[in-house]
T-cell receptor, first 114, second 113 residues
Framework: EADIYQTPRYLVIGTGKKITLECSQT?????MYWYQQDPGMELHLIHY???????EKGDLSSESTVSRIRTEHFPLTLESARPSHTSQYLC?????????????FGSGTRLTVV | AQSVTQLGSHVSVSEGALVLLRCNYS??????LFWYVQYPNQGLQLLLK??????LVKGINGFEAEFKKSETSFHLTKPSAHMSDAAEYFC???????????FGKGTLLTVNP
């Protein structure tokens, strides 16, 4: 069963619209991540958070923004969607302590901007 | 700094044949190593991981991997491929105080009937 939830699974939206991709986890994990992935391609870290009120930019520059007001919730927002934002967005979380636990991933949101 | 190299972006095998997906890593501290699988239009699912102890690690769906420190490798194997194994596979490393995972670029496994 999924412990990290992403909504919507699929989204088709027009250029210039504001969108928010939702990510919630029920595991109490302190660390959360957003990855961008084009079909069949590698993962690119775009944002991460170590806890409430903590957000950092990842390795790939992104026009999106994130917030972490509650432990369980890590939404990603695009103020003005463009066709170049078309991609799959994956949310993940990891628990406290060392990196030996790995990440738990959501099912992803496939975004298409037309 | 940590890095992962997955040799071969695409591996094709026949059903029933051995699956071997290669992963080499670089880490300045003792590594934690992971293999994830991604089916089309899905997120990543943990197959197996190595943290400490036994170097041969067994995972789900009949997969296993062996940590070889001298070769800085963590190759993924399965004795007999099944059609349902067709997916993208990602190797990842973390370690020390760095709990962020560094992912390889992925290997697409195709299984032919």
């Amino acid at each position: 069963e999924a412990d990290i939830y992403q909504t919507p699974r699929y989204l088709v939206i027009g250029t210039g619209k504001k969108i928010t991709l939702e990510c919630s986890q029920t595991m109490g994990h302190d660390k959360m991540y957003w990855y961008q992935q084009d079909p069949g391609m590698e993962l690119h870290l775009i944002h991460y958070s170590y806890g409430v009120n903590s957000t950092e930019k990842g390795d790939l520059s992104s026009e999106s923004t994130v917030s972490r007001i509650r432990t369980e919730h890590f939404p990603l927002t695009l103020e003005s969607a463009r066709p170049s934002h078309t991609s799959q967005y994956l949310c993940a979380s990891s628990g406290p302590g060392t990196g030996s636990y790995g990440y738990t991933f959501g099912s992803g949101t496939r975004l298409t901007v037309v | 700094a940590q890095s992962v190299t997955q040799l071969g972006s695409h591996v094709s095998v026949s059903e029933g044949a051995l699956v071997l997906l290669r992963c080499n890593y670089s880490s300045s501290v003792p590594p934690y190593l992971f293999w994830y699988v991604q089916y089309p239009n899905q997120g990543l699912q943990l197959l197996l991981k190595y943290t400490t102890g036994a170097t041969l690690v067994k995972g789900i769906n009949g997969f296993e991997a062996e940590f070889k420190k001298s070769e800085t490798s963590f190759h993924l194997t399965k004795p007999s491929a099944h059609m349902s194994d067709a997916a993208e596979y990602f190797c990842a490393v973390s370690g020390g105080s760095n709990y962020k995972l560094t992912f390889g670029k992925g290997t697409l496994l195709t299984v032919n009937p």
